[in-house]
């Protein structure tokens, strides 16, 4: 079976500071990799996500991750962080099966 | 367009009673999926479809639940004789459905706060 782990449960850091959030799956086969957000008070919405190609995706406001196929990671990466990036964020896969599988998300607190 | 729309948004019962969530999709996509969030917890991923099948319902919680879709738009997720621990948060969403295979970007709903008593 398909999971997702996320490290960090909560991140609290000062804006300006660069962020990592780190995202690993199980999953043997083929998959498509998303990491998603929900800003207080909002719907889930799409941040970004690899498909196939350059491992190296970019998203909205900033973010990136890398698809490290060897490490079975996509890490996400913002380098100076907001306090409007205060939310939840969720890795998500999906595999061709059609099972979508999330994480437990991290909470990321920015203190102005 | 229109987004993934929910209803009721917010959903008081007393324990044993049945329940009705209604999900509205984006018109035309053909993949929609019902996850659960508890509180402080992940999504709990529970069914989805694919156009009115549902391939997998491996991650209902019981056969309390279930769930349908007709016309391949509309779904309602019925749970039975409600307990206290399916007290969460509800969310539906609606995506494509690749032609290679896979998904696309799921878009989500409001969700349904159910709080049973």
């Known amino acids: 079976a398909q999971s997702v782990s996320q490290h960090n449960h909560h991140v609290i850091l000062s804006e300006a500071a660069s962020l990592e959030l780190g995202c690993n799956y199980s999953y043997g086969g083929t998959v498509n990799l998303f990491w998603y957000v929900q800003y207080p008070g909002q719907h889930l919405q799409l941040l970004l996500k690899?498909?196939?190609?350059?491992?190296l995706v970019k998203g909205i406001k900033g973010f990136e991750a890398e698809f490290i196929k060897s490490k079975f990671s996509f890490n996400l990466r913002k380098p100076s962080v907001q306090w409007s990036d205060t939310a939840e964020y969720f890795c998500a896969v999906n595999t061709n099966a059609g099972k979508s599988t999330f994480g437990d998300g991290t909470t990321l607190t920015v203190k102005p | 367009g229109a987004g993934v729309s929910q209803s009721p948004s917010n959903k008081v019962t007393e324990k044993g009673k049945d329940v009705e969530l209604r999900c509205d999709p984006i018109s035309g996509h053909t993949a929609l999926y019902w996850y659960r969030q508890s509180l402080g917890q992940g999504l709990e991923f529970l069914i989805y479809f694919q156009g009115n099948s549902a391939p997998d319902k491996s991650g209902l919680p019981s056969d309390r639940f279930s769930a349908e879709r007709t016309g391949g738009s509309v779904s309602t997720l019925t749970i039975q004789r409600t307990q206290q621990e399916d007290s969460a948060v509800y969310l539906c969403?609606?995506?494509?459905?690749?032609?290679?295979?896979?998904?696309?970007?799921?878009?989500f709903g409001p969700g349904t706060r159910l709080l049973v008593l």
């Open positions: 690899y498909f196939s190609g350059d491992p």
């Open positions: 969403a609606s995506s494509f459905i690749l032609s290679a295979g896979g998904w696309e970007t799921q878009y």
